[in-house]
């Protein structure tokens, strides 16, 4: 069974930066690619980013193109988000995912 715990959301200005963080637990984390999704308030849950196993192949939402970095650490079981030059419309609650797993998410807002 397969677990995923976020972490690094909170609150910050429009043109900041924030790190989100995915732990991975119960099997082989390489064995996994990941990706990153979020649901603004009202309405559906979107794609934000994906790495490969090997993280040599990474994929974005034209959204967040330029302004997000995805990336992971195979040997600490963890896949980041670092979000740089936030907007408001970038609030939501952020996912971790793998196959059919989520983790319960992570608030980012983006607030003056």
């Known amino acids: 069974q397969v677990q995923l715990v976020e972490s690094g959301g909170g609150l910050v200005q429009p043109g900041g930066s924030l790190t989100l963080s995915c732990a991975f637990s119960?099997?082989?984390?390489?064995?996994?690619?990941m990706g990153w999704f979020r649901q603004a308030p009202g309405k559906e849950r979107e794609f934000v980013s994906a790495?490969?196993?090997?993280?040599?192949?990474?994929k974005y939402a034209h959204s967040v193109q330029g302004r997000f970095t995805i990336s992971r650490e195979n040997i600490k079981n963890t896949v980041y988000l670092q979000m740089n030059s936030l907007k408001p419309e970038d609030t939501g609650v952020y996912y971790c995912?793998?196959?059919?797993?989520w983790g319960q998410g992570t608030q980012v807002t983006v607030s003056s």
């Open positions: 995912n793998t196959a059919s797993y």
């Open positions: 119960g099997r082989t984390f390489s064995s996994y690619a």
């Open positions: 790495i490969s196993r090997s993280a040599g192949n990474t």
